[in-house]
């Protein structure tokens, strides 16, 4: 089955670090581009960065709200994307998805979501 | 990087067709790539993609549903509107070295 099941989330305090994982299952991930997604509760959906393949020097890019505190890495051997996310703030408190990108940079294969709270 | 600009609302009755709207600029809807993607979301549900490459439908997707683009707008077509495509409906785009979304249309099936 062709899934990506996201872990990671919880509650954290402003100015805290959380590291997500998305899991890989059922396609080539090492094939794959891989992108960060979220949503704020009742907001609309927000691109967070990506981590291209390895044919595309596993090159990363950063939405201007995120760039210089949040990294996407990957590690092929485990099928696995993460997301660091440094330096947190009550605004980045939101639903996190990864996806998969596909030909046009769409988004084909979704997560169901993990939750991060950022509060004191 | 702004957001594209959707309408917040459409509707119409079971059959009908409904039409999105998604503006961006030159540097990404209206950019050089044709690569505009769109999805619909249900609640607490992840999106799931309808069109991408601007007309294109994954496989599963019903021949309802179609995209196109003019300059810097595209737009979603639901042709023989039926319940279950009551939902949220977001474009996206490449835009150079990112990519961005819009800003959201709830589609409501009277």
């Known amino acids: 089955e062709v899934q990506l099941v996201e872990s990671g989330g919880g509650l954290v305090q402003p100015g805290g670090s959380l590291k997500l994982s998305c899991a890989a299952s059922?396609?080539?991930?090492?094939?794959?581009?891989m992108h960060w997604v979220r949503q704020a509760s009742g907001k609309g959906l927000e691109w967070v960065g990506r981590?291209?393949?390895?044919?595309?020097?596993?090159?990363?890019a950063y939405a201007a709200s995120v760039r210089g505190r949040f990294t996407i890495s990957r590690d092929d051997s485990k099928n696995t994307a993460h997301l660091q996310m440094n330096s947190l703030k009550t605004e980045d408190t939101a639903v996190y998805y990864c996806?998969?990108?596909?030909?046009?940079?769409?988004?084909?294969?979704w997560g169901q979501g993990t939750m991060v709270t950022v509060s004191s | 990087q702004s957001a594209l600009t959707q309408p917040p609302s459409a509707s119409g009755s079971p059959g009908q067709s409904v039409t999105i709207s998604c503006t961006g600029t030159?540097?990404?809807?209206?950019?050089?790539?044709?690569?505009v993607s769109w999805y619909q979301q249900h609640p607490g549900k992840a999106p799931k993609l309808m069109i991408y490459?601007?007309?294109k439908r994954p496989s599963g997707v019903p021949d309802r549903f179609s995209g196109s683009k003019s300059g810097n707008t595209a737009s979603l077509t639901v042709s023989g509107l039926q319940a279950e495509d009551e939902g949220d409906y977001y474009c996206?785009?490449?835009?150079?070295?990112?990519?961005?979304f819009g800003t959201g249309t709830k589609v409501t099936v009277l």
């Open positions: 490459e601007v007309t």
């Open positions: 996206g785009s490449y835009a150079g070295s990112n990519n961005v």
């Open positions: 059922g396609f080539t991930f090492s094939g794959s581009g």
């Open positions: 030159s540097s990404d809807v209206g950019g050089y790539y044709n690569y």
């Open positions: 981590i291209r393949n390895k044919a595309n020097n596993y090159a990363t």
């Open positions: 996806t998969r990108s596909i030909l046009g940079d769409a988004f084909d294969i």
